[in-house]
């Protein structure tokens, strides 16, 4: 039985692909917590997934040209404290803008507005910070939603140029556009005006 709980942990694992993150409350449906930790830290000593903090795994991604791992996608780990806790969370604008490519800085601190308590984590050289905020500042359904609001807002109307609206477009999936748009609908009147043009290709500003 518990092997065949861990194929099907492993299973799942691959089927989300290289850099998820997870925890195993992401795995309560296959079996028993005892069982799905079991598994998980056989998996970690084989070396097909990584421990990064306590509780915590990803599935890493590797760099043929550096000959190593890749450091874990620090997104995709507060997105599985996010789901391990029940907290809503949304990330401020520097990360936002990071996250999407509107920035070219490498940041020390990965700040995200949450509605569970403030509580911070050290993943190699890069502190994640969650930030108790009301409700409401994380009152998107999807992940990208959040992301691009929060972009935006950072950026301000006057800096939203063509070229934002263009990389936007090119990073958000083809399929999460017309979500996107239903989702995003309580955003402000121009940020919401951007999400359009992005969701339909319109790149006047």
Known sequence: MAQSTE?????????TGRGWAFSPHDFLDLGERSTIDSALHRLAQQG???????????????????????SPDIDKVA???????RWR??????????????????????AYRSDGPDRSY???????????TALKEAGFKLRESGLI???????GQEHVTPEVVTKIRSWLPPAMRAKLLA???TA?????????RIAEGEQRV
Request: proline content about 4%; charged content about 20%; overall charge positive.
């Open 7 to 15: 194929n099907k942990v492993i299973s799942r694992i691959r089927g």
């Open 48 to 70: 097909q997934v990584r421990r990064i903090i306590r509780g915590i795994y990803d599935y890493p991604r590797s760099s043929n040209l550096l000959k190593r791992q890749l």
């Open 79 to 85: 997105h599985a404290l996010a789901r391990k806790f």
């Open 89 to 110: 969370i949304q990330p401020s604008g520097s990360t936002a803008l990071n996250i999407l490519g509107l920035s070219p800085q490498v940041p020390a601190r990965v």
């Open 122 to 132: 050290k993943i190699g050289n890069t502190s994640l910070v969650f930030k108790h």
């Open 149 to 155: 609001v929060q972009a935006l807002r950072s950026l």
């Open 183 to 185: 989702d995003a609908k």
């Open 188 to 196: 402000t009147g121009w940020v919401y005006a951007t999400i359009q």
